[in-house]
């Protein structure tokens, strides 16, 4: 078996099915839905999986748009996964590009499902469609609920600028709600018998800014006074902070989010006031793979697909991390706009993801990703260093 030539057939499968997929990822693009409401999309995608020969489970991890297709070629072997996102952005519709994101998941799972024919590969492919992605955490959720319960490596690809790479690590992140209780009096008349809870939002964002000087480069946070009081004439009985904390390593969140706490007790016992503080974690940081990136490499490589050194690291975050913790993950950028780096999330991006250079992340993300799992099946002990290597990492952080 010649698997180098089954895998530039497969190229040439891709090629030819995409203007089929160009077609879909014009019509996500242009209705676009939003976190834990994308039916057409759910619908238009899983559709498109079940006519080519994919089992289809909707409603997947009690999400009524998230699905789970699979398809088996010969019983045993390792189980690879390959990831769609599909929800849009509030006002800008698809300024993430998430449409790529999908059909480029679609290319790569015909493409390895060919890939699997012909060279009569053991194992099953898994696309998962995992909605709420830019709010909500669905993947979060389909973890939780037990979707990647079976699953030995996943794929998923995002569209990027300037050049290709693949992703390295990415923030934690954890929202605060700080509420401070006083007692409301008259400012002019009878001060002196209020307990200023605007006092302790402000010492409270005071200590934050001075802590700034304790914490590492790889860690920030924010703060915001979101509620200071009804009227200047009045002390405030109540006043609400906002904070977002976010580091590049879990252990040094928590650093900081002790700081955070312990601020708001402190703020609230200097000034007489009592507070209550609650906790929504963010997303959590990406765990990057090198053997699984090393694999993707040489396959861009034979692409002529140009690649960034290492694996960067980026400021963002995704609920991809909490997956990636778990299982070991290979997240492909494929640039959309090679000129400079330009940023997601605005008008500019969204119709790049709707451009001939979209189009060409598409084909190129589909070879790569089909390219990469083949090799997976193919030599399933590259799964098991990968299996060995997050365990490390894990226990490295």
Same mark, same amino acid.
């Given at each position: 078996m010649d698997f180098e030539k089954i895998k530039e057939a497969c190229d040439r499968y891709v090629e030819a099915r995409m203007e089929e997929l160009w077609e879909i990822s014009a019509f996500l693009h242009g209705h676009p839905e939003l976190a834990f409401h994308e039916y057409e999309a759910m619908?238009? $995608? +899983?559709?498109? $999986?079940?006519? #080519?020969g994919f089992a289809i489970e909707r409603g997947s991890g009690g999400l009524e748009t998230a699905f789970h297709a699979t398809y088996t070629h010969r019983l045993g072997g390792k189980q690879i996964a390959i990831l769609l996102e599909y929800d849009a952005l509030p006002k800008l519709g698809h300024a993430c590009g998430h449409n790529l994101i999908a059909c +480029? =998941? $679609?290319?790569?799972? %015909?493409? @390895?499902?060919?890939?699997?024919? *012909?060279?009569? @590969?053991?194992?099953? %492919?898994?696309? %998962? =469609?995992?909605?709420? #992605?830019? *709010?909500? =955490?669905g993947k979060i959720i389909m973890l939780e609920n037990g979707v990647f319960a079976d699953i030995d490596a996943v794929f998923l690809l995002h569209p990027t600028s300037a050049t290709t790479r693949i992703a390295g690590e990415c923030v934690s992140s954890t929202e605060f709600q700080i509420e401070f209780f006083g007692k409301s009096a008259h400012a002019q008349s009878h001060a002196e018998d209020g307990i200023n809870a605007l006092d302790a939002a402000t010492l409270f964002v005071t200590a934050m800014g001075l802590n700034g000087k304790q914490i590492k480069n790889n860690t920030n946070y924010s703060c915001m006074i979101a509620n200071g009081g009804i009227s200047t004439g009045q002390i405030p009985a109540y006043t609400k902070v906002l904070c977002n904390s976010n580091s590049l390593s879990l252990k040094d969140l928590h650093k900081v989010n002790e700081k955070i706490r312990n601020a708001a007790k402190g703020s609230a016992m200097a000034t007489g006031c009592t507070c209550e503080i609650k906790e929504q974690d963010g997303y959590a940081g990406r765990i990057p793979n090198q053997i699984l990136a090393d694999v993707c490499k040489g396959e861009l490589a034979k692409l002529k697909e140009p690649v960034m050194d290492g694996m960067p690291y980026d400021l963002g975050g995704e609920d991809l991390g909490n997956v990636s913790r778990h299982i070991p993950i290979c997240n492909l950028y494929v640039t959309i706009f090679r000129d400079h780096k330009i940023s997601g999330h605005t008008d500019q991006f969204r119709e790049l993801a709707i451009s001939e250079a979209g189009y060409r992340c598409i084909e190129v993300g589909s070879k790569a990703m089909a390219r990469t799992a083949g090799e997976l099946f193919l030599h399933p002990e590259l799964v098991e260093q990968a299996q060995a290597e997050l365990k490390e990492r894990l226990k490295n952080e």
């Open positions: 619908r238009c $995608l +899983s559709a498109f $999986l079940e006519k #080519e +480029s =998941g $679609l290319g790569a799972a %015909i493409a @390895l499902q060919k890939m699997v024919q *012909d060279a009569d @590969l053991c194992g099953t %492919i898994h696309v %998962i =469609g995992t909605p709420a #992605e830019e *709010d909500g =955490g």
